[in-house]
């Protein structure tokens, strides 16, 4: 009788203890190891214009994993159709593709590259092609990044390539070699035209007609983009064209050349109607905000020029990068500027509400 009263007696004082909270349910005991903390999200964003230009901040600045710059190396940079994805390309790395939103890693693609320094969107968004000193063109599913297949074959590595609206072409330029035009279903080059200069950019105008090119010799031209053919060169630039980008209704072609300057032609008849003088070393990369009020641009000086293309003014000197700044690139709704540079870092410019 005294053990039953006994065990009764530690059976009460056992759930006594479990209802003073002293004895827990082992499912609510904390965990030893600490949770990653949650990504730090963009705040909302006003679209950049030419009244609150002034107030453009840096949002973010994402590291390029495993970045290794080589003595020669180019840069890219992307946004998804969407908006959602960010791509950076810049020499020898993983090329990781961000969720713009949270700044965290959805894919890092190739695992043991040689310097990828080309990458672009399709604009269904299903394709994202990269191509480098491999001087191949390799297709990724945006969505999973796995890889779809490898195409092309440049003399040369693949410096810059882009997209026709339809998704159906894909034009590239060959550092020391040609542009050249792709079937992307059938994987065969359309045309390749070569002056002999080798190329450090190209931009398909948003009808797929014409092709835009700047050369490492101090041109920039135009061409057919169903032939390949040559229609014009273009008035302006005496050094390095470092980019080449049509504006999003195709009105105006941009430049960004070695003697520091931007250039600006009507397409109408490829008149030059600007040159923005305002950097301090060469002018790499060039890029319109949607409504074509702006012009962003990246510089040797490692700034981000923010423009007035009507009133042919610097309107803002972007500075934090500690390197050469290679690409700019507006995103789709014109909220956010993103910039790639040597100091493998993308940097984002905004202005939150």
């Not at 009263?5 to 600490?34: D, K, Y």
């Not at 014009?232 to 504006?247: M, R, Y």
Request: aromatic share 8%.
């Amino acid at each position: 009788m005294k053990k039953r009263i006994s065990l009764l007696f530690a059976i009460i004082l056992f759930s006594g203890c479990i209802r003073q909270g002293s004895v827990s349910n082992p499912a609510e005991v904390p965990q030893t190891t600490s949770s990653p903390p949650p990504p730090e999200m963009l705040p909302a964003l006003q679209p950049i214009t030419l009244e609150n230009a002034g107030k453009i901040q840096l949002l973010r600045t994402m590291k390029i994993p495993d970045y290794s710059q080589g003595e020669i190396s180019q840069c890219s940079i992307a946004f998804s159709p969407d908006g959602h994805l960010l791509v950076g390309a810049c020499g020898k790395n993983k090329v990781p593709v961000w969720e713009v939103k949270s700044g965290l890693i959805r894919h890092l693609l190739y695992e043991t590259p040689q310097h990828i320094v080309a990458c672009d969107f399709s604009p269904d968004d299903v394709i994202l092609a990269c191509g480098g000193f491999d001087r191949t063109i390799t297709f990724w599913n945006s969505k999973t990044g796995e890889k779809i297949s490898d195409f092309g074959s440049h003399v040369s590595p693949v410096w810059e390539l882009d997209f026709n609206p339809d998704g159906k072409r894909v034009v590239s330029c060959g550092l020391s070699d040609d542009v050249r035009l792709w079937d992307v279903a059938r994987s065969e080059t359309m045309w390749s035209y070569t002056g002999g200069q080798g190329y450090l950019s190209v931009s398909l105008h948003p009808s797929g007609n014409t092709v835009a090119y700047g050369s490492r010799w101090g041109n920039a031209g135009v061409l057919d983009a169903m032939t390949g053919k040559s229609i014009l060169k273009l008035d302006g630039p005496g050094n390095p064209v470092g980019d080449v980008s049509f504006s999003p209704s195709g009105k105006m072609l941009a430049a960004g050349t070695d003697d520091n300057r931007i250039y600006l032609w009507n397409t109408n008849d490829y008149q030059l109607v600007a040159t923005l003088v305002g950097h301090r070393h060469y002018v790499n990369g060039v890029s319109f905000s949607p409504d074509e009020t702006l012009l962003a641009s990246g510089s040797h000086d490692r700034t981000v020029g923010i423009w007035d293309i009507v009133g042919g003014r610097l309107l803002r000197t972007l500075d934090g990068h500690t390197d050469v700044v290679l690409r700019v690139i507006f995103n789709p709704d014109g909220t956010l500027v993103a910039s790639i540079s040597w100091d493998g870092t993308v940097r984002l410019w905004g202005v939150p509400r």
